[in-house]
């Protein structure tokens, strides 16, 4: 039974940052596909940050590159997206979501057999 939980989220001040942790449990290999998604009230969801976790490879959809960043620790099983200047806009839930596959459609919320409970992100000014 694959588990992912996130922790992480919280209240920052517009330009800050914040650091996500997904903690994975029960994979059997590395082999799995592993993302960042968010949803804004009232919005879909939508695709931030993917990594596959054999070769560590990272995606990112286009209007993130630069600010976030996606990394993981194989060791830990945890993957981690560090969010830098952070806008109004990139306030919502940030949920981690999990394939054994690789990450060829990452941003199709179907695709991804396992999801987290969220983690919280407020942005102030």
């Known amino acids: 039974q694959v588990q992912l939980v996130e922790s992480g989220g919280g209240s920052v001040q517009a330009g800050g940052s914040l650091r996500l942790s997904c903690s994975a449990s029960?994979?059997?290999?590395?082999?799995?596909?592993m993302a960042w998604f968010r949803q804004a009230p009232g919005k879909e969801r939508e695709g931030v940050a993917a990594?596959?976790?054999?070769?560590?490879?990272?995606y990112y959809d286009v209007s993130m590159k630069g600010r976030f960043t996606i990394s993981q620790d194989n060791a830990a099983n945890t993957i981690y997206l560090q969010m830098n200047t952070l806008s109004f806009e990139d306030a919502g839930g940030y949920y981690c979501?999990?394939?054994?596959?690789?990450?060829?459609?990452?941003?199709?919320?179907?695709?991804?057999?396992?999801w987290g409970q969220g983690t919280q992100v407020t942005v102030s000014s």
């Open positions: 029960g994979f059997l290999s590395k082999r799995h596909c």
């Open positions: 990594i596959y976790g054999e070769s560590g490879f990272s």
């Open positions: 979501a999990a394939i054994g596959a690789r990450c060829t459609s990452r941003w199709n919320t179907r695709q991804y057999a396992y």
